[in-house]
């Protein structure tokens, strides 16, 4: 009979993967926040073929802390490669991905694992655990925090069906989740490789998966924004607006209108949401390019949505936020672009 997650041996509490590619400057901060979790934390740092100190760096935080921190030395693999790693290597019994530049706040990570540790049994797991978090804007912590206290039950387990209305706000970042590591193992997940912002698709794609939930109303993640080089500034979406497509796109037909009308009517209603937002954000950004290339990623991309699934492409034209992404006109396409970057200047993403 096969051994509970929590049973294993050697299982920890936590793992976390921090994949690092030319880190050195700032990754040894977001590991120090990791480490302050003690022993039931499963640390492991992915040094995705860095060409920097990384390496070298990792290797010694790992021989400093033995039995919290793991290291991995791979080719170039992109982003989702260390996910990927972590998935398939994690001891833990839930999963988080921290990126090298961010942090965790102490006290967040010690609420989060006093609330890990009272759901370790099989029937007490959540398979999904949400918690907010706070913007950093370089060595200025904490420019604001997001919370999802509005839609979710706190205190206990709970059911999409007991979720209250999601508002526009309320969509999941990658530095707000923790899986729990089985249902991602159930599911063969895996993620894209060799390429940028497939963190829309692990954001996504395992929420019919989750059954079971539990919320944390505290600041656990802190995600620094305002670097240049960071994938989120204009000019680098701008420079990789392909790849970006290609994410969205992904993550729009991953579930077909037929399968998300058997979710509770919650989760789907936040599914489209999210869609119909990062369609929003995407639209944007094809209309900023001004070029050819925009205009023809924007037109292959709402005909790949249609023709996978009308029924679903209908939803999101009846979306207000996807109505106002599949904007073509001068005007609309002014909109836009405008409100897209009034929120880029006030998240402070540069």
């Not at 040894?28 to 740092?45: C, F, P, W």
């Not at 508002?167 to 599911?187: A, D, T």
Request: net charge neutral.
């Amino acid at each position: 009979m096969p051994q509970s997650e929590a049973t294993a041996p050697n299982a920890k509490l936590l793992t976390v993967v921090v994949p690092c590619y030319n880190s050195a400057a700032y990754m040894e901060k977001a590991v120090n926040s990791l480490i302050v979790g003690g022993e039931e934390m499963d640390v492991l740092l992915v040094d995705d073929g860095s060409k920097d100190e990384t390496g070298a760096i990792a290797d010694r935080l790992a021989k400093e802390h033995p039995s919290i921190i793991r290291v991995i030395h791979q080719e170039n693999g992109g982003h989702g490669s260390g996910l990927n790693r972590g998935i398939e290597t994690a001891k833990g019994i839930y999963f988080k991905v921290v990126d090298s530049d961010d942090r965790l706040d102490a006290e967040g990570l010690k609420a989060l694992l006093d609330l890990l540790r009272e759901h370790t049994e099989p029937d007490t797991q959540a398979d999904l655990v949400v918690h907010d978090y706070v913007y950093d804007h370089g060595e200025k912590q904490a420019v604001f925090s997001i919370n999802y206290a509005g839609p979710f039950p706190q205190g206990r387990l709970f059911s999409w069906d007991d979720c209250r209305r999601f508002s526009p706000s309320n969509q999941f970042m990658i530095h707000c989740l923790v899986y729990r590591v089985g249902m991602l193992r159930e599911h063969g997940y895996t993620l894209p490789e060799h390429t940028f912002y497939e963190d829309n698709l692990y954001t996504y794609q395992p929420l019919p998966w989750v059954k079971k939930l539990l919320y944390l109303h505290k600041d656990v993640y802190a995600y620094n924004v305002g670097r240049d080089d960071q994938s989120v500034n204009e000019k680098n979406l701008i420079r990789r607006l392909d790849q970006l497509n290609n994410m969205i796109t992904a993550m729009a037909t991953s579930w077909r209108m037929a399968e998300l009308n058997r979710q509770p009517k919650r989760l789907r209603q936040y599914m489209i949401n999210n869609v119909s937002g990062q369609l929003w954000s995407l639209c944007a950004l094809h209309h900023i390019a001004e070029s050819g290339e925009g205009k023809k990623l924007n037109e292959t991309m709402w005909r790949t949505i249609r023709d996978w699934d009308a029924d679903f492409y209908k939803a999101i034209l009846r979306n207000p936020i996807g109505r106002m992404a599949h904007w073509q006109s001068g005007i609309g396409k002014r909109v836009l672009v405008s409100a897209y970057r009034l929120g880029h200047k006030v998240m402070k993403f540069g």
